[in-house]
């Protein structure tokens, strides 16, 4: 049986730790930033989303994204308890705009999607309030 002083055992860890820190010298930080291709092809992101009713059950929607390959584009779809009737982009300020109508009573549940010039997209669920009696 082999005895180990602590000595040794500290002598060991120091080495086994300085022998991954060179190993690792040489990786690539995951910390290191991007570079701007990569940035540029990561696809927008949407930073706010969210609806509001308004009256006579008018809901007015917004969405802001950041990112992306320009121009996108935003398109706006009902899931549940209401519809939207018109949308509108502006691919510059990036923000996307959308109005319709929801049922009266109902929570409703809006989609945006946000599409990039390079075909990348980020999606957004906006739920949780309820349209006016």
């Known amino acids: 049986m082999r005895s180990w002083s602590v000595t040794r055992f500290l002598s060991l860890c120091v080495v086994a730790t300085a022998a991954s820190a060179v190993v690792l010298a040489g990786a690539p930080s995951a910390a290191a930033p991007a570079p701007p291709s990569a ?3 990561a ?3 949407i930073t706010s989303a969210y609806c509001f ?3 006579t059950y008018l809901l007015s929607c917004e969405a802001r994204w950041t990112g992306g390959t320009d121009p996108a584009v935003g398109q706006w ?3 549940s308890g209401g519809w939207i009737s018109s949308s509108q982009t502006d691919p510059v300020a990036h923000v996307t705009l959308g109005s319709g109508n929801c049922i009266p009573g109902s929570f409703f549940v809006i ?3 946000i599409t990039d010039a390079a075909g990348l997209s980020d999606t957004r669920l ?3 309030r309820r349209c006016a009696i």
């Open 53 to 55: 009713p308004g009256s």
């Open 43 to 45: 696809g927008p992101v």
């Open 77 to 79: 779809n009902a899931v």
């Open 39 to 41: 940035v540029a092809s």
């Open 111 to 113: 989609r945006v999607t």
């Open 126 to 128: 906006v739920s949780g």
